[in-house]
């Protein structure tokens, strides 16, 4: 695997698989690419969100706008710059203020995997 270089221009976003909400998501390397872990960005409409059960960790930085997290330790609001945990099995909401939100994300393993596994 060699190094590469992304950015929000170079994603290719899809809805959020079984979302009908403004959720879309990009996976830049995955287990297409050969990598063990999957790097992405994710784009949320203004109040858009999704609610889940996390099938694998999960690492989100938010570049633009500010989300509302819930998960049992309450409420939180990330914005730009914040760094958003969410271990796996953990459920977690994620909801996108009225500015909408770009983020990054970092999965281990592939969160496209894992997923269609647990519902299958």
């Known amino acids: 695997m060699k190094v590469t270089v992304h950015s929000p221009a170079d994603a290719a976003f899809e809805r959020a698989p079984g979302l009908d909400e403004?959720?879309?998501?990009?996976?830049?390397?995955?287990?297409?690419?050969?990598?063990?872990?999957?790097?992405?960005?994710?784009?949320?409409?203004?109040?858009?969100?999704?609610?889940?059960?996390?099938?694998?960790?999960?690492?989100?930085i938010v570049l633009e706008g500010r989300l509302t997290i819930t998960?049992?330790?309450?409420?939180?609001?990330?914005?730009?710059?914040d760094i958003v945990h969410m271990p796996k099995g953990e459920t977690v909401g994620i909801r996108a203020r009225e500015e909408g939100a770009l983020t990054a994300y970092v999965t281990f393993p592939h969160w496209r995997t894992a997923r269609e596994a647990a519902e299958g």
């Open 22 to 60: 403004e959720v879309f998501v990009a996976n830049l390397v995955d287990e297409r690419h050969g990598g063990p872990i999957t790097i992405g960005y994710g784009r949320y409409g203004p109040g858009q969100g999704l609610r889940e059960r996390m099938a694998v960790d999960d690492v989100m």
């Open 71 to 81: 998960s049992a330790a309450g409420e939180r609001t990330a914005a730009r710059g």
